[in-house]
């Protein structure tokens, strides 16, 4: 009986180092994760508020005309989203993005990769409710072709990063991109459930 | 020294690679055409292409034009004959002229890209360029009366 209660003390010691992870590089071993709908929508609920949140919605709008500002106004000269996602003739993103945010309040943030998603596939946030948002990021035809593996490793895209340093004057998404990653892994892993509305 | 090529002159700069592109063009090389506006790339007075794009010189460093084509007003054309040059001067499109070296590089842009404009298409490419005097009305029919050159141009 000892030695069942040993065996069974090891056991579990040894499972909780696997499901343990830094939250720093997220090594946390997702592959043993079950399918759980509850925590996989709990997790997606926090999900859902970081890509609301203007640095990641700003550049998922409804219509074809960036998004701005804290308060998601229309970006001021209404550059147009263009087929490839990044402008139109002398309105191109790049023409005042540069890869780098420009120092100082109200002057263009920046990335080497700056752009809207493609007319073709708009992945939208604006105005999504967390079912809607949930079901089209898993679906590869509304997702920009990403199938599991690269959905996993949007979380640590450039652009995607660039949301926690925005440059001066611009607001946070509401948790740590570690705390954030943790929630898309935790969603993705434990079944991408959608939540009921 | 930041080695560069404007309106294809191939010129070492000695400046610092933060240097704004404006500070290059304007200060160091003394072509004034192009304007400080806003500084923050809000109004387009500073446009010059950067690869054949309408980059806004106040904000780009001129380290990401080191080994580029940059193109100013003075480069537009050899005899200040670009179709859209003759299409400004035909139709008096200055007022103040402050904002319009930045107004047709822009355009240069759109034309290039597309040689028949349609006024949906002007505001679109053009909406990054702002004119305090309000000569809108004036840039949109001289861009039409250029691009009508422009196809002129290529039949002949």
């Known amino acids: 009986m000892k030695k069942l209660i040993i065996t069974m003390i090891v056991l579990f010691m040894s499972s909780a180092v696997i499901l343990s992870f830094k939250e720093e590089n997220s090594t946390f071993n997702y592959a043993a994760l079950p399918k759980d ?45 263009g087929v490839d996602g990044k402008g139109v003739y002398a309105m191109k993103c790049a023409n005042c993005h540069q890869p780098t945010n420009t120092p100082g309040l109200h002057t263009p943030p920046g990335n080497p990769n700056w752009h809207l998603p493609p007319a073709d596939m708009k992945m939208v946030f604006q105005g999504r409710t967390p079912r809607q948002l949930a079901k089209q990021i898993i679906d590869p035809k509304q997702n920009g072709h990403k199938d599991m593996q690269k959905l996993i490793a949007h979380a640590d895209d450039g652009l995607v990063l660039w949301a926690w340093k925005p440059g001066e004057g611009r607001k946070l998404p509401p948790m740590s991109h570690a705390a954030f990653k943790k929630a898309w892994l935790t969603w993705l892993k434990t079944g991408a459930y959608a939540p009921a509305k | 020294m930041i080695a560069i090529t404007i309106n294809g002159k191939q010129l070492e700069v000695a400046a610092d690679p933060d240097m704004p592109l404006l500070w290059v063009i304007r200060d160091l090389l003394g072509l004034t055409g192009t304007k400080f506006g806003c500084g923050v790339a809000q109004c387009g007075a500073c446009t010059v292409h950067l690869n054949g794009e309408a980059v806004r010189s106040c904000v780009t ?29 035909e139709l008096d499109v200055p007022q103040c002229g402050y904002c319009q070296s930045g107004q047709l590089m822009s355009a240069a842009v759109l034309l290039r890209e597309n040689p028949n404009p349609t ?38």
């Open chain 1, 37 to 81: 709908s509850v925590a996989s929508v709990a997790a997606f609920k926090q999900v859902y508020t970081v890509l609301m949140s203007a640095r990641c919605m700003n550049c998922h709008p409804s219509g074809n005309i960036p998004l701005q500002g804290d308060d998601n106004h229309l970006h001021t000269m209404f550059p147009k989203r």
């Open chain 2, 61 to 89: 460093k001129v380290s990401r034009a080191a080994g580029q084509q940059v193109t100013t007003i003075e480069g537009l054309s050899k005899l200040n004959d670009h179709a859209l040059q003759i299409a400004w001067a």
């Open chain 2, 119 to 156: 006024d949906q298409d002007i505001d679109d490419a053009m909406s990054g360029n702002i004119c305090r005097c309000g000569t809108y009305p004036r840039i949109r029919l001289a861009i039409h009366k250029a691009a009508e050159l422009q196809r002129e141009g290529a039949k002949s």
